[in-house]
Nanobody
Framework: QVQLVESGGGLVQAGGSLTLSCAASGSIFSINAMGWYRQAPGKQRELVAT???????NYAESVKGRFTISRDNAKNTVYLQMNSLKPEDTAVYYC???????????????WGQGTQVTVSS
């Protein structure tokens, strides 16, 4: 079994900062890409940022320059530092990881349970 557990969401005023963390645990052989997605009420889930095991990073245009994704491979953890938050950043943020449970298994996409981020104006 593999679990992704997120933490760090909450309520913040516009212009403030939050840091999200997501730790993967369980029967993990290797982790490829890890990332963050978000879903606002009435909208589709969208990519926020991803980072590969080699450190290659991709950001959504809407968060470039404000959010920073990083990972600690030794801890199987991915972080999202969010600065200069805007009300439109309000959403449930989901952690995602592409994980193989053994050398014989194809990597599978795992999701966390989501953490609410609310930015007040």
């Amino acid at each position: 079994q593999v679990q992704l557990v997120e933490s760090g969401g909450g309520l913040v005023q516009a212009g403030g900062s939050l840091t999200l963390s997501c730790a993967a645990s369980g029967s993990i052989f290797s982790i490829n890409a890890m990332g963050w997605y978000r879903q606002a009420p009435g909208k589709q889930r969208e990519l926020v940022a991803t980072i590969t095991s080699g450190g290659r990073i991709n950001y959504a245009e809407s968060v470039k320059g404000r959010f920073t994704i990083s990972r600690d491979n030794a801890k199987n953890t991915v972080y999202l530092q969010m600065n200069s938050l805007k009300p439109e950043d309000t959403a449930v943020y989901y952690c995602n990881a592409d994980i193989a449970i053994s050398d014989f298994h194809i990597p599978y996409d795992y999701w966390g349970q989501g953490t609410q981020v609310t930015v007040s104006s």
